[in-house]
Structure formats: C-alpha cells, structure tokens
C-alpha cells in the first residue's frame, strides 16, 4: 500500500534510534506474521505502512547502517526495537504527532533500561 502522506509525516519524526531529527522514511524489509506482513520481493516495494523514521546515517550512510548489515530484522533487534510493531503503532496515529512522540518516548524509555548495566555486580 502507498501512502505518500504517511511517509512525508514519518519524515518529521525524530529518529526511532537516535532522537536526532532529519530522517528518512525507513522500510521494514522482512516478514512478520504477526502483522500479516510478507516477506518484500526483489521487485516489490515494501508497504508503507511499515515504515520508521531514522536518519541517512542510520539507514544507508553509517558502516552500521540499516541497509549494510543484510540482516535487517538482527539490525533492529540489537537496537531493542520491535520494528513492525512499532511501526504498526505509528501507523495507527499517522498524522498525530503527539500520539506519535509518547509511542517514541515509551519507546526510548524501554530501551534506555535494556541498556542499563546490571546492578550489585551480577555475575
């Protein structure tokens, strides 16, 4: 599915990853049943409903980029994210922007305490 408007809104978000503004429309590449989202073919553009805002660095420009890796849904993982739900959770407010920023603040939250080290010196 097309959606220009939802890809130019995802554009005004900050980064999904980063919080730094300037960002692409980022499309999640690989399948997830839960969604009911295949796997996108070499000739088939992927839904536009799967999209997350990051910046060029992240997407294709950085030596650790989306793009760089070929195993997207790794690349996402390592990052704490759960892309395609995510991305669904954005869909679903598209075009309301402070629904959007508190789905992303949740978002940053859960991972800034997935990245926390352990206390009390964990083995």
């Not at 980064?15 to 070499?42: L, Q």
């Amino acid at each position: 599915m097309k959606d220009p408007r939802h890809l130019a809104w995802i554009r005004t978000l900050p980064s999904v990853i980063s919080g730094t503004h300037g960002c692409v429309a980022a499309h999640i590449n690989f399948a997830d049943r839960r969604y009911g989202k295949p796997e996108r073919g070499k000739s088939k553009k992927a839904d536009d409903r799967f999209v997350l805002p990051i910046t060029p660095w992240e997407h294709t420009d950085g030596p650790d980029a989306q793009h760089r890796t070929g195993k997207e849904k790794a690349w996402w993982a390592a990052r704490g994210i759960d892309a395609t739900t995510l991305a669904n959770d954005l869909w679903r407010v598209s075009g309301d922007t402070e629904a959007a920023m508190a789905i992303l603040r949740e978002t940053w939250r859960q991972r800034s305490r997935l990245r926390r080290p352990m206390q009390g010196g964990a083995c």
